[in-house]
């Protein structure tokens, strides 16, 4: 139906069963990704103020050295699966790199000692494992239906039309990992300190949300 | 000697487009005032504003990440400068709509880089009213059916032979209509920037970093109201579309004035369920036009 959709593709590398290909809309969002995954690299965390509401109290939370470097390890993680998921042409690889992207935000603040944000990441954990079934049965569905998991055979359009219930079963597996409305949990993990750390977070799941737009848009 | 000219054109229709975004923002304040009875600033107190900050003394907090509290400043005018030229060049019309979500992450980066609470607060709600962002794309995706394309110099063609979706489409035109005001200061949605957060997300940024988020916030107005007019009129002459933007800009003024702000609840659960009838709308249209 709608060809080039985000943009013509202006490189596509085959590398075996992978396949990478390139779109301005690739491009702008791997790139958002990269500058994001790079200023966790280099930013050092904000000393978040606390205030007691009714006085005049407040006092500044400090991050430890290896809370730190293990908050920064999974954040730069978590960048590098989305930018896999952006620039990815295969939707058993988007699915993977997707999940890896749920696994890596509960990482980003599980080493936060704070109740709160532990509930937060728990629960938001939880939501984010069930949303695996659909993300990976919407995989598997275009797989029989249309015998290939490229991105640039689905655009071409020489396989079957991919049912509509397998474009909503990937749509869905995304908006698990942290979109509206599955989010509450996930507002919660953001009372976390390390402002680098923590935008990793929102950045990845929208950025997810906004490639799926794109492949469930082809074939 | 080309390519410097058209170099030199495309920051001169840049520095345009930013002035023009902030005096748009300018009249926005006005007319708000005027409907409430007061006078108002005049409607080139945005435009002052950023000249004002521009001059000022610049500061990174103590506890703020330093390398992020600026680095979101650049990012909030790099993004909205591509949006930009995705705009004049007539490119895809899913790259502006991305940015536009990206701003959200923006917002939030604001928000959580100084420390301060208050700051902080304004860029979860940024991150919470996400849900505006959803019937974006159920429009976007309306406008796909109908005009096979999602390229914007293909759908300003589509509406010179069919005529204006704002006609063919109007749900769709409506529910980015309430994206747009969900952006604007002052509006029912605005609860990023509410008073109970001093400044929200941008309360600490202060001096050249200030007077930058105020250009990214001129930029930005100039791009969402063009990107209105190109997907729901058409292909417009200059002077057509700068009377357009005013017209848009009045409008979008008489909504604010006239609705409160909403609580952060309230904001979302409005914004989830005009998403709701926008998938029932785009369910018909899906069944209607390509069955």
């Known amino acids: 139906m709608i060809d080039l959709v985000g943009g013509v593709p202006l490189y596509i590398l085959e590398f075996g069963d992978e396949l990478v290909y390139l779109t301005p809309y690739t491009i702008t969002l ?69 999940a890896m992207v749920g696994i890596t935000n509960v990482g980003i603040v599980a080493a936060v000692k704070s109740p709160h944000v532990q ?81 990793m977070c929102s950045l990845s799941s929208l950025l997810i949300f906004l490639r799926v737009v794109e492949i469930i848009m082809l074939g | 000697m080309t390519s410097r000219s058209s170099g030199t054109d495309m920051i001169a229709e840049l520095l345009i487009a930013t002035f023009f975004g902030l005096l748009l923002l300018g009249i926005h304040r006005k007319i708000i005032a005027r409907i409430q009875r007061r006078p108002g600033p005049p409607i080139w107190q945005e435009i002052l504003h950023m000249l004002k900050f521009s001059f000022k003394t610049t500061w990174i907090p103590k506890t703020a990440s330093p390398v992020l509290f600026v680095g979101v400043v650049l990012i909030a005018i ?98 980015m209509f309430i994206v747009i005001l969900s952006k604007m200061p002052f509006g029912p949605f605005s609860i990023v920037e509410a008073k109970e957060l001093v400044s929200g997300y941008k309360t600490e940024h202060f001096g050249i970093w200030r007077a930058g988020l105020e250009i990214c916030n001129g930029l930005k107005t100039y791009v969402l109201i063009a990107v209105f007019l190109a997907v729901f009129i058409g292909p417009l002459s200059l002077p057509w579309l700068l009377v ?13 004035a006239v609705t409160p702000m909403m609580s952060p609840f309230d904001s ?24």
């Open chain 1, 30 to 98: 791997f790139l958002l990704a990269l500058t994001f995954t790079v200023l966790a690299l280099i930013s050092q965390p904000e000393k978040q103020i606390d205030i007691a509401f009714g006085g005049d109290a407040y006092r500044a939370k400090e991050i430890s050295v290896d809370e730190m470097r293990f908050r920064r390890f999974m954040a730069i993680a978590c960048g590098l699966a989305t930018m896999g998921a952006m620039v990815t042409g295969d939707i058993f690889n988007f699915t993977l790199f997707t």
């Open chain 1, 119 to 199: 509930d937060a990441a728990y629960q938001y954990g939880l939501v984010a494992l069930a949303a695996t079934v659909p993300l990976f049965a919407g995989a598997a569905v275009y797989a029989a239906v249309t015998g290939s998991l490229s991105m640039i055979e689905l655009m071409k359009g020489t396989v079957p039309a991919v049912p509509l219930i397998a474009k909503g079963m990937l749509m869905l597996g995304v908006i698990g990992e942290g979109m509206a409305p599955f989010y509450a949990a996930k507002a919660e993990m953001f009372r976390a300190p390390g402002a680098p750390y923590v935008i």
């Open chain 2, 78 to 175: 790099g993004i909205w400068t591509a949006a930009f030229y995705v705009l004049i060049s007539g490119g895809s019309l899913l790259v502006i709509f991305g940015i536009y979500m990206l701003h959200k992450i923006v917002e939030h980066g604001f928000g959580l880089s100084s420390g301060s609470p208050y700051s902080k607060y304004g860029g979860v709600r940024s991150v919470i009213s996400a849900a505006s962002e959803l019937p974006l794309f159920v429009s976007v995706a309306v406008i796909a059916v109908y005009t096979r394309s999602l390229d914007l110099s293909a759908i300003m063609y589509y509406q010179q032979v069919h005529g204006p979706l704002l006609i063919i489409a109007f749900p769709a035109a409506c529910a």
């Open chain 2, 244 to 256: 357009g933007m005013i017209l848009m800009i009045v409008i979008l003024a008489f909504a604010c």
């Open chain 2, 268 to 291: 979302v659960t409005i914004q989830m369920l005009v998403t709701a009838l926008m998938l029932v709308y785009a369910a018909i249209v899906l069944m209607v036009v390509q069955p």
